[in-house]
Nanobody, 117 residues
Framework: QVQLVESGGGLVQAGGSLRLSCAAS????????MGWYRQAPGKQRELVAQ???????NYADSVKGRFTISGDNAKDTVFLQMNSLNPEDTAVYYC???????????WGQGTQVTVSS
């Protein structure tokens, strides 16, 4: 069973930056995408950004121009550079790996990002 381990969350002031990292415990077979989701209190989990195995990226409109996703395919790791953070970015951020067979998704345990105004 693959485990995704996240790091890099924390508390930052509005306008600041954070970098999230996610590493897989073992090689991920049949990988489609790796990415980041977030869930704020009282809200549904939403996609923040994702990257395909050949490097194509996709971002939520709310983070375009501020967040950058990157990955290392050889190590099954993914990063999220978050700049110009605002309080609306406060949430638990989850790393995700989507694969082409059961169980189709692996999730990290989540890392808290809190942006103070």
């Amino acid at each position: 069973q693959v485990q995704l381990v996240e790091s890099g969350g924390g508390l930052v002031q509005a306008g600041g930056s954070l970098r999230l990292s996610c590493a897989a415990s073992s090689v991920i077979s049949n990988l489609n995408t790796m990415g980041w989701y977030r869930q704020a209190p009282g809200k549904q989990r939403e996609l923040v950004a994702q990257i395909t195995s050949d490097g194509n990226t996709n971002y939520a409109d709310s983070v375009k121009g501020r967040f950058t996703i990157s990955g290392d395919n050889a190590k099954d790791t993914v990063f999220l550079q978050m700049n110009s953070l605002n309080p609306e970015d406060t949430a638990v951020y989850y790393c995700n790996a989507n694969i082409r067979k059961f169980p189709y998704n692996y999730w990290g345990q989540g890392t808290q990002v809190t942006v103070s105004s």
